[in-house]
């Protein structure tokens, strides 16, 4: 995993500059690396973004040791398995990688709230659509089996239009990236998830 090695020396310049500690971590690939109104988007949450591009679920459980050293959030908003599925890895790969990130992250800290953001439906990874849809639905299913503050945060169905086709509006031109109008609409159904599920357990 040699090449996220200089996007994990930036992860630790950005946490050697927070004068505060974190409340809520967000980690994951590249859709949380690129939000660049994050910190605006919940700073009632005291975040910081902990995303590096490219990243997989794999790279994800690799790498937390190294980028949570000397952290303490109460909370943790998760991005991953994207770019596993866009490598050609199978459904139930990142699902594997799902539950040994929990297991980690439970290792590290406890039952603090962890919201998963579902993976999302793309313009230039719709010939895999099918695999999307499964990977959220076995994770999906084993949130709800864990007996723990763990969440499924779905902003899969909203990104759909009327034909259950991406909403083009919502992504940059090459269909990958969302845009900011699609940060808004992350934005929005993430908060809603924080105020039911996990607002009373961070503040």
């Given at each position: ?15 050697a ?8 971590i ?15 988007d ?9 995303g ?11 790498y ?13 908003v998760?991005?991953?398995g994207?770019n596993?599925?866009?490598d ?8 594997i ?32 659509i ?40 919502l ?19 993430i ?12 503040q």
């Amino acid at each position: 995993m040699f090449w996220y090695e200089e996007d994990i020396k930036r992860l630790e310049t950005i946490k050697a500059a927070v004068k505060e500690q974190p409340e809520l971590i967000f980690y994951g690939s590249s859709s949380i690396r690129l939000w660049q109104g994050l910190n605006a988007d919940f700073s009632g949450y005291h975040p910081i973004n902990l995303g590096f591009g490219g990243s997989t679920m794999a790279a994800c459980v690799w790498y937390l040791d190294r980028v949570m050293a000397g952290l303490q959030p109460k909370g943790m908003v998760l991005y991953a398995g994207d770019n596993d599925l866009g490598d050609g890895r199978h459904p139930e790969e990142v699902f594997i990688f799902f539950k040994q990130l929990m297991a980690d992250i439970r290792k590290h800290f406890g039952n603090i709230p962890v919201a998963y953001i579902s993976i999302k439906p793309s313009i230039k990874r719709f010939n895999i659509i099918n695999q999307i849809k499964f990977t959220n639905k076995l994770v999906a299913e084993e949130i709800e089996r864990m007996s723990d503050a763990t969440f499924f945060v779905n902003i899969y169905d909203r990104m759909l239009d009327g034909n259950s086709y991406p909403k083009r509006d919502l992504f940059e031109p090459e269909g990958l990236h969302i845009n900011d109008k699609g940060y808004a609409l992350w934005k929005e159904i993430i908060n809603e998830t924080l105020a039911s599920k996990l607002l009373h357990l961070i503040q």
